[in-house]
């Protein structure tokens, strides 16, 4: 069984911090990782993917990959209150099928 | 369309009856996938069609779940005799191919409560 994990949280960070989220995977042979952002009630958005290890930055968010160590993340810096969420870490278990993790719930307090 | 669009948006029906929910993807996209998505779960996989390929049924959780793609565009979820534990928002999303080059672009979803 495949598995993508993550802490469900709720992980609560102050306006202006940093926010880091974790995700690990099971499968050695996945390619593609990507960040999707769901609001409650609303569906997911892709805010972020990456291919090759190490990291890749856009605008508040880097993503970072480790794929000896079957692991990425997710930093979100200057936390802002609309970036409460839950945070989705999708793994691309094979051609063309995402496994999603169980997501982890951002709240950023003012 | 500019979108993935999913109708109807909310679907209330009576145990044992059946539904259909509908997908209209992204204008050349040519893969879509169906998700559902339980209260305060994960996304879980149900079926993914590519081009003119035999569909990818591995997570449809029983013979009652469906679904088919007509003329590589639309889609169609049917379940039969719904269940209680059938409710979930169903979720479409399509991308171009199977590269995932930009992940998978979601419709709102269908809500489906089933009493």
């Known amino acids: 069984q495949k598995e993508v994990e993550q802490n469900s949280g709720p992980l609560s960070v102050p306006e202006g911090a940093i926010a880091s989220l974790n995700c690990t995977y099971s499968?050695?042979?996945?390619?593609?990782f990507f960040w999707y952002r769901q609001y409650s009630g609303k569906s997911p958005e892709l805010i972020m993917f990456?291919?090759?290890?190490g990291d890749k930055e856009d605008g508040r968010f880097t993503a970072q990959l480790n794929k000896a160590s079957q692991y990425v993340s997710l930093l979100i810096r200057d936390s802002q209150p609309s970036d409460s969420a839950t945070y989705l870490c999708?793994?691309?278990?094979?051609?063309?099928?995402?496994?999603f993790g169980a997501g982890t719930q951002v709240v950023v307090t003012p | 369309g500019a979108g993935v669009s999913q109708s109807p948006s909310n679907k209330v029906t009576e145990k044992g009856k059946d539904v259909e929910l509908r997908c209209d993807p992204i204008?050349?996209?040519?893969?879509l996938y169906w998700y559902r998505q339980s209260l305060g779960q994960g996304l879980e996989f149900l079926i993914y069609?590519?081009?003119?390929?035999?569909?990818?049924k591995s997570g449809l959780p029983s013979d009652r779940f469906s679904a088919e793609r007509t003329g590589g565009s639309v889609s169609t979820l049917t379940i039969q005799r719904t269940q209680q534990e059938d409710s979930a928002v169903y979720l479409c999303?399509?991308?171009?191919?199977?590269?995932?080059?930009?992940?998978?672009?979601f419709g709102s979803g269908t809500r489906l409560t089933v009493v």
């Open positions: 999303a399509s991308s171009y191919g199977t590269e995932l080059l930009n992940g998978y672009t």
């Open positions: 499968d050695r042979g996945s390619q593609s």
């Open positions: 990456i291919y090759s290890n």
């Open positions: 999708a793994v691309n278990e094979s051609w063309g099928k995402l496994q």
């Open positions: 204008s050349g996209h040519t893969a």
């Open positions: 069609f590519q081009g003119n390929s035999a569909p990818d």
